[in-house]
């Protein structure tokens, strides 16, 4: 088809996508189920054939952000599944992400203990994640009301992502008090606004939230706050290395922190089941066969 080798042919797309609907199945048979994970919406889906049952669990965690319950939930999966007895699972597709790798198993609950002693009254916060951890997010909302500190978000892409749960799921909006710094967000938002001026009044009742990506420029406009940012804690939402190049990253990222005088702390919540859950999830699910799936032990999900 290519006229030369150079030619560049545009690839054609057949899939027709489209939006699933949270605990209907569809026309092909297909049950899509919400699950919790640290980037949102996350689904496990059902497949209802003529000579099996396929339960794909996606990647996801037992437990989730209490938070996050009244607007994003209404129930697990393994709940779903307990409280309908009818489906019967032949074959389970699951995930192992965490199989074999060494990592803290940190639940929402822990994590909400840990966060609510670093953000202390009278420190200025930082705080860096991804921005479709929404789950995450709503923590930091929860405790932030409690403590009575402001939430700033100086992440374009975050932004984004809220202003577009917001148009669709209104009562989200209302759990959020947040504003946007303006010197971060340029385009149009539906949530309040506030400038570097505003925040340096009084920037010990601010707690700063960026994403990964963003959180050394962001320091260096805070630069102006380099007194009360001595040893204010920044807490890193972000998983354990699994690369030699996400371990560069952090290692850079500790390197600016340190530079200001800063405390990371790194307490993210996985967002897949940890090993010693997985007992409990075969228990409840009960299938027949198992195909496992992301893991480099995918021999330790069939023992």
């Excluded at 606004?193 to 990506?213: F, G, L, R, V, W």
């Excluded at 010693?276 to 009960?286: F, R, S, V």
Aim: aromatic share 8%; net charge neutral.
């Amino acid at each position: 088809m290519s006229p030369s080798w150079t030619a560049f042919i545009p690839p054609k797309f057949f899939v027709n996508m489209q939006e699933v609907t949270k605990y209907r199945e569809d026309e092909n048979n297909v049950l899509s189920i919400p699950v919790s994970h640290s980037a949102y919406p996350a689904y496990a889906f059902i497949f209802f054939g003529s000579d099996e049952t396929i339960l794909y669990t996606g990647d996801f965690r037992v437990s989730n952000v209490k938070a996050a319950n009244k607007v994003l939930y209404r129930q697990t999966l393994l709940n779903y599944l307990e409280e309908n007895t009818d489906i019967k699972i032949d074959k389970l597709i699951i995930e192992g992400t965490n199989i074999g790798r060494p990592q803290i198993p940190i639940k929402p609950d822990e994590a909400q203990r840990i966060i609510n002693r670093l953000l202390v009254k009278g420190k200025l916060a930082l705080i860096a994640m991804h921005e479709l951890d929404i789950e995450s997010l709503l923590l930091i909302a929860s405790i932030a009301s409690v403590k009575r500190k402001n939430l700033a978000l100086a992440s374009p892409r975050l932004a984004r992502v809220l202003d577009t749960l917001f148009s669709i799921m209104p009562k989200l909006k209302r759990m959020f008090e947040e504003m946007v710094l303006v010197e971060e967000i340029k385009e149009n938002t539906t949530l309040n606004k506030i400038s570097m001026n505003e925040i340096t009044k009084s920037p010990n009742s601010y707690c700063i939230i960026t994403d990964i990506a963003r959180l050394d420029e962001i320091l260096r406009k805070f630069e102006p706050l380099s007194n009360h940012m001595i040893m204010a804690p920044v807490i890193l939402m972000i998983s354990e290395p699994a690369s030699e190049e996400a371990m560069f990253e952090t290692e850079r990222l500790l390197k600016w922190l340190s530079l200001y005088g800063l405390q990371p702390y790194n307490i993210r919540i996985s967002g897949h089941y940890h090993p010693y859950e997985l007992k409990t999830i075969i228990q409840k699910i009960n299938p027949r066969e198992i195909i496992p799936i992301h893991t480099l032990f995918p021999e330790f999900l069939h023992a």
